[in-house]
């Protein structure tokens, strides 16, 4: 079973995927809906993966995206994170490769699509992208 820590400002996305991850032997092992308590929570529940809304841009929260990835990276150096966006953000894509992410996808891909992205993120062996020098792993953006 694969565990993922959830990190979104809205449960109703998570909530209408949740029965096809059970299904396909994932789990949302925990979820937290502010960015500012994202990393004490993460630290309680061993995930095998964070799954993030990369859009933390408003005023309103004290911890932006980036931000929230470096403190994850900070307690956990190998934190295999996948960003998701609203449909295809070109604004938040253009800084994927500054964010160190193993892995993005939009609200609007299909279902299969983002089950075969954190299957191939979570997959034992596998290479983690060079985070020293931002390289990204090309193949599973958009997958």
């Known amino acids: 079973m694969i565990r993922i820590f959830v990190i979104f400002k809205s449960r109703i996305f998570i909530e209408a995927i949740t029965p096809f991850l ?17 990393v004490s929570q993460y630290k309680e529940i061993n995930a095998d993966l964070v799954i993030m809304d990369l859009n933390w841009t408003h005023q309103s929260y004290t911890v932006t995206g980036p931000e929230l990835i470096r403190n994850l990276r900070q307690y956990n150096p190998d934190v295999k994170i996948i960003g998701v ?12 490769s500054q964010l160190c992410v ?7 891909m299909p279902l299969a699509g983002i089950i075969q992205c ?9 290479i983690i992208p060079d985070l020293q020098n931002n390289r990204l792993d090309r193949n599973l953006i958009n997958a």
């Open 102 to 108: 193993q892995a993005h996808f939009s609200r609007d």
């Open 85 to 96: 966006t609203n449909f295809h953000e070109s604004r938040v894509l253009d800084k994927l």
């Open 22 to 38: 059970k299904e396909c032997n994932i789990e949302i092992a925990g979820l937290c809906l502010d960015s500012f308590r994202a």
């Open 118 to 126: 954190i299957r191939e993120v979570c997959q034992p062996g596998r």
